[in-house]
């Protein structure tokens, strides 16, 4: 994505987002690789963190997330990042809709659902009158081994 920017003249506007799981939960070591990646690229980057983790919202729901729900990538991820794009959009402060493309690390193997994705599609959901958010998936036909 970066050299697509870089390529596009526009890599000052790049920000990558980091969803914190929690400690007892994200992958030692993943955040720190983010962050290291965003410097090396020289973008922004921005941590988002549910307020008590993965094993919060299953302490607090009595029960695992399972494929009809999908707490780790709802409550956890899309809904902490989704408050962003209105802060994007404010201090781009333009007089036009803008346009966010968010890049999102799925894999169609993952699950049922995930294999019905396109590989890019408006987010209906995080777009508004004063943006339109494109969701890429650049890994979505990737294999396990690929990644």
């Known amino acids: 994505m970066v050299t697509l920017a870089a390529e596009a003249g526009c890599l000052d506007k790049v920000v990558m987002v980091h969803a914190d799981l929690g400690e007892e939960s994200e992958w030692p070591g993943v955040r720190e690789l983010a962050q290291r990646q965003a ?47 209105k802060q994007i959009t404010d201090a781009l402060g333009l007089d036009e809709q803008a346009l ?40 979505l036909e990737l294999s396990e081994t690929d990644v």
């Open 39 to 85: 410097e090396r690229w020289g973008v922004e980057f921005i941590v988002v963190k549910a307020d008590r983790g993965l094993l919060g919202l299953v302490e607090k729901r009595g029960m695992w997330p399972d494929a009809a729900r999908r707490l780790c990538t709802s409550a956890l991820k899309r809904d902490k990042i989704a408050p962003l794009f």
């Open 100 to 139: 966010i493309l968010s890049a999102l690390g799925i894999r169609a193997a993952e699950s049922p659902a995930r294999a019905r994705k396109l590989p890019l599609a408006i987010d209906m959901r995080a777009s508004t009158g004063q943006r339109m958010v494109l969701a890429w998936h650049p890994i």
